[in-house]
Structure formats: structure tokens, C-alpha cells
């Protein structure tokens, strides 16, 4: 599939926004308090600027952004319709919940804000997931992983955000450290699941094959001949088309294990060491968040860039 | 209803004459029209096609066989495309025929991405996704003759490949003739129950050899000559 960057960065920058949202929302519920009264509405407003700035880059994605008011209407069968109504629920109850928390109000609307808030995050999450998972042409997203690995890293990504907050607003960054090593531990075992998932149904019984796809089995064969292979001859097109754009893209193995590296060294080991080690300040903190944000822009980039459509059997490749 | 087309792979030679006729009939028409080109005469000319003709070879030299292989939108009858579009822009008729309302489509590619077979194009010029209409401003105008009913590429076909009708009628001809030769729909490993159907080529009869010669030149040239001909 073709890493369109607005998705990469969409999903990227409003998995953060989301995960900080949800991890900030259950913070306010907890009963003592992680974060200072000045760091959480701060921390609030980070996340509801990531995640308007992921959904501003998604509407870029689109041909054609004005008739994107359209896409509330299905929600019965669309992930991505869900998606937007979810998002379109989010926004004014975290902008109140945002309010009541400016304010320090107490009592049973916070906590009812905050539940709902977090409720609404994690659907989110779950739909942008689930947009990819549900996708039965590409067989390496439909996988448990997907959902998981969406719903972790965005928290990951996160709580590092908020260790930075909790540093330099006030807070427990002591504890917050905690909860991001063991939602980075969680993530990364996600990821290592999900390219493991990947790997292994490359070369599984169940992928599809060319001569599937052209009905090899059903009789497109030579005659007298009972097993035969299938290879493209001519696509029927000298250039580039939508097709060979979208869903023909190719990246080399070095690059493709360049950038696996530098996912797992910026997204996960560097974050994750630094939070093994002692004293924290707030600069600090926000530039690790930053390099695990740059780490999961190449992570991203790669789950579409390694993910093969089944279109590409038609254009040739033996396997999917 | 499930209208569809019926493909002979045996009788398909891969001219492309059903895709530039498509082209041609669906690039004028108000229900998907402009099928927008891209560069048509620089160097790299390229545009929104609805019906491709990709060629395959199967098997390994000499028992080998090239197959000429026509694509279009299958019209599932479990169609993901529709199910995932957010907009209610991608919709299925009760005829069968699923469509892409252009004035509601917000050009996601999510419909393009769900469908295995590389059915659907995303226009750039106008910003939506194209697909076959089955010509469904074609199959329905009563002002047309009645042997003009059918699609653009079923009416272009030189080898009369292609085949237009109901699946759901066991009586209709392109039922007929998908139950006796074998017609398969692709991948139904994946569970989108395509409409369409293709037939595999036909086993060849054996070619005349030595033995068969010997006894026609027994029986005379005569017996080759035409019956127009001979009389």
C-alpha cells in the first residue's frame, strides 16, 4: 500500500492526542492526584491540538474535502463513518470537560466528563483500527494485533507526553515514568506481534496466489494440464495507473529493515531507557516524547508501505 | 436480480476492444463521465479506466497457454466496497449493480482498498472514484433498439467474449451457458460472492494427424472443398 503521509501523520499524531487524552481523563478519576492542578488542562489542550491536527492532515487525504460533512451517515457498516462520528462526539464534550477542569470544579459532572471522555478516546482508537483490520483484501492488517497495536502506541506515545507534563507542570513524573515504561513494554510486544503475524502468514498455506486469482484451479490452465503455474505476460499498460499507485508499492528489503530499525531504536529503546534512568526535567522528557513520535511516523509509514493488497496478485506477484 | 457479465476466457483475444469502448460510452456519460486522462499525449500518458485487459501466462513452455484476462467491477453480491464507504456515496441497486454516487463521494480510496480486485479508480480530476455501471444508461433506454440493451463492451467485443444478463434467472442465457461450461467467479476464497463469471478455455479438439490426412486424400480432395463451392 502507498504510505500516504497524511495518514501516517494522522494516525501518528492523533493516537498521542487520544492516548494522552484517555491516560489524562483516567488520572483525573484516580484518587490520588498524578498531575497538578496547572498540568492537566494544559495536558487537555496538547491532546485535543494533536488529535485536531491528525484529523485536519486525514481531511488533506481526501479528493475531495468538501463532501467530507457526508461521511456521518453510515455508521451501521463503516469503521471510518464511526470514526467521524466519534470524532464529532469528542470535541465538544473534552472542550467542556476542558472547561470544568480549567476551573478545578468539583463533583459528579468531572467525573462523569472524564469517564465519557475516555470512553469516546479509546472508541476512537478502536475505529481507526479497526478501519485498516476489517479490510479483508489486505491480509496482514486483519489481524487482532492491528487494534492492539493502534490502542498501545497511542497510549505509549502518550504517557511519555505526559511525563513531560507531569515534569514540568507538577506531578508524579516518577509514577508516570512507571506507567509509560509498562505501556511501552505492552506496545512494543504489540508491534514485535503484529510483524511476527506478518511474517509468518507471508509464506502461510492461507495466502492467496496468482494462480488463485485468475482461476488457475477452476480450469485456466493449459490443456492435459492439471497444476500449472501463472506469471503476468503484459498488464495492458505502459504507465503508472491509479492501481499500480495505490496498492503496487514496493520498498526495498534494506530500507524496509533500515526503517524497522530506526522504529524500534526511536520508538521504543531510546524512550524506554531513558525512562530507566533516574532524574527527570521537563526538556528532557519532551524531547524523548518527540524522538518516540519521530520513531512511530517511521513505524506507521511502515505498516502501509509492507502491507501487500491482493491487486498486486493481478499485477503479477506470485503471493500476497 | 444479479446483473453481470459472463467472460470467455477460451474465445478472448485480448484486442482491448471492451475497454476502450468503455472508455469511450462511460467517459461521456452523466452517471461516472469524465473518466479524466492524464498526460494523454506526454511521456508518461496514463488515466481512470473501468474495464482493463491484463494478459497471463500459464504454465511452462510447450504446454503453455496465454490467457487474456478482462477486468471489471464483479458486482458482489457481498460487496465490502459498499459496506465500508462512509459517505453512503458507493450503494448496491436491487438489480445488482453497484454504483458510486459522484455529487456524495469525498474521494477516500477506502472503497478502492476494500475491494481485492482493483475494480474501482479514483479520478483525480473530479476527485471521486469511478467503477463499472454495468452501462446502466445503456441497459435500461427504451429508446435504444432492444439488441443495443447491453453494455458498451459486450456491443464492442469482436469474438463475442463477453456476455450480458441475469445470474438470478437459471433460465437466462448467461446462466445457461456459466452452468455448462464451468463459469467460476474470482477469489471466492475471500467471501465478496462476485456476480460476474468467467469461463475457462475449452479443452481444444485433437489436431488431424498423419492417419487422418492419409484418409482424407482416400476420400479425395473433393470431399475438402466447401459445399458453397462445390455447388
Known amino acids: 500500500m502507498k504510505p500516504a503521509l497524511s495518514i501516517v501523520f494522522f494516525t501518528v499524531a492523533s493516537g498521542a492526542g487520544l492516548g494522552l487524552l484517555a491516560l489524562l481523563a483516567l488520572a483525573d478519576l484516580c484518587p490520588v492526584p498524578l498531575l497538578s492542578p496547572a498540568a492537566l488542562p494544559r495536558g487537555i489542550a496538547v491532546a485535543l491540538l494533536l488529535i485536531a491536527a491528525g484529523l485536519a492532515s486525514s481531511v488533506l487525504h481526501l479528493a475531495k474535502p468538501s463532501n467530507a460533512w457526508r461521511a456521518f451517515v453510515r455508521v451501521r457498516t463503516s469503521w471510518l463513518s464511526r470514526e467521524a462520528v466519534l470524532a464529532a462526539l469528542l470535541f465538544p464534550l473534552a472542550f467542556v470537560y476542558l472547561v470544568a477542569v480549567s476551573f478545578d470544579s468539583a463533583g459528579m459532572a468531572r467525573v462523569l466528563l472524564a469517564i465519557l471522555v475516555c470512553a469516546l478516546a479509546w472508541g476512537l482508537l478502536f475505529c481507526t483500527a479497526m478501519i485498516y483490520a476489517s479490510l479483508k483484501p489486505i491480509r496482514q492488517w486483519r489481524t487482532g494485533w492491528t487494534p492492539a497495536a493502534y490502542l498501545l502506541l497511542g497510549h505509549w506515545s502518550g504517557a511519555l507526553l505526559a511525563v513531560a507534563l507531569a515534569s514540568g507542570y507538577g506531578g508524579e513524573p516518577m509514577a508516570w515514568a512507571w506507567v509509560a515504561a509498562a505501556l511501552g513494554a505492552a506496545a512494543l510486544v504489540a508491534k514485535l506481534g503484529y510483524w511476527r503475524h506478518g511474517a509468518a502468514d507471508r509464506g502461510g498455506k492461507s495466502a492467496l496466489t496468482i494462480e488463485q486469482a485468475i482461476g488457475v484451479p477452476q480450469g485456466v490452465r493449459p490443456p492435459g494440464v492439471s497444476v500449472a503455474q501463472a506469471r503476468l505476460f503484459d498488464a495492458g499498460h505502459t504507465q503508472r495507473t491509479f492501481l499500480t499507485d495505490e496498492f503496487v508499492f514496493r520498498i526495498a528489503r534494506q530500507h524496509a529493515q533500515a526503517l524497522r530499525g530506526a522504529a524500534l531504536a526511536l520508538g521504543f529503546a531510546i524512550p524506554l531507557l531513558w525512562l530507566a534512568t533516574g532524574p527527570r526535567h521537563w526538556a528532557a522528557a519532551l524531547s524523548v516524547a518527540v524522538l518516540a513520535l519521530v520513531g512511530l511516523l517511521a513505524e506507521r509509514w511502515l505498516f502501509f508501505a509492507d502491507a501487500r493488497h491482493t491487486v498486486r496478485l493481478y499485477h503479477g506477484d506470485a503471493r500476497t | ?231
Open chain 2, 1 to 231: 436480480m444479479k446483473l453481470g457479465l459472463l467472460i470467455d476466457l477460451d474465445t478472448c483475444v485480448g484486442c482491448h476492444a471492451c475497454a476502450t469502448a468503455c472508455k469511450e460510452w462511460n467517459g461521456a456519460s452523466s452517471v461516472s463521465g469524465p473518466l479524466s486522462d492524464y498526460q494523454p499525449f506526454g511521456a508518461e500518458p496514463s488515466g481512470v479506466w473501468l474495464n482493463r485487459v491484463r494478459h497471463y501466462e500459464v504454465g511452462d513452455y510447450p504446454a503453455s497457454k496465454t490467457i487474456n484476462f478482462p477486468m471489471s467491477c464483479l458486482h458482489c453480491e457481498d460487496a465490502d466496497c459498499v459496506s465500508v464507504c462512509p459517505t453512503g456515496a458507493s450503494y448496491k441497486r436491487a438489480d445488482g449493480i453497484v454504483l458510486v454516487d459522484q455529487d456524495k463521494c469525498m474521494g477516500c480510496n477506502l472503497c478502492a482498498w476494500a475491494c481485492p480486485y482493483g475494480a474501482r479508480e479514483l479520478d483525480q480530476s473530479t476527485g471521486t472514484m469511478k467503477k463499472c455501471t454495468l452501462c446502466v444508461d445503456r441497459i435500461y433506454d427504451v429508446l435504444l433498439p432492444p439488441e443495443d440493451r447491453q453494455p458498451a463492451c459486450v456491443m464492442a467485443c469482436p469474438t463475442h467474449a463477453r456476455m450480458f444478463g441475469d445470474f438470478d434467472d437459471p433460465h437466462s442465457e448467461v446462466s445457461r451457458v456459466s452452468a455448462e461450461r464451468g463459469g467460476f467467479g474470482l477469489l471466492p476464497e475471500l467471501g465478496y460472492a462476485p456476480v460476474n463469471r468467467y469461463l475457462p478455455p475449452r479443452e481444444p479438439k485433437p489436431l488431424p494427424g498423419v492417419d487422418d490426412a492419409r484418409a482424407l486424400l482416400e476420400r479425395g480432395l473433393a470431399s475438402l472443398a466447401s459445399p458453397v463451392i462445390r455447388r
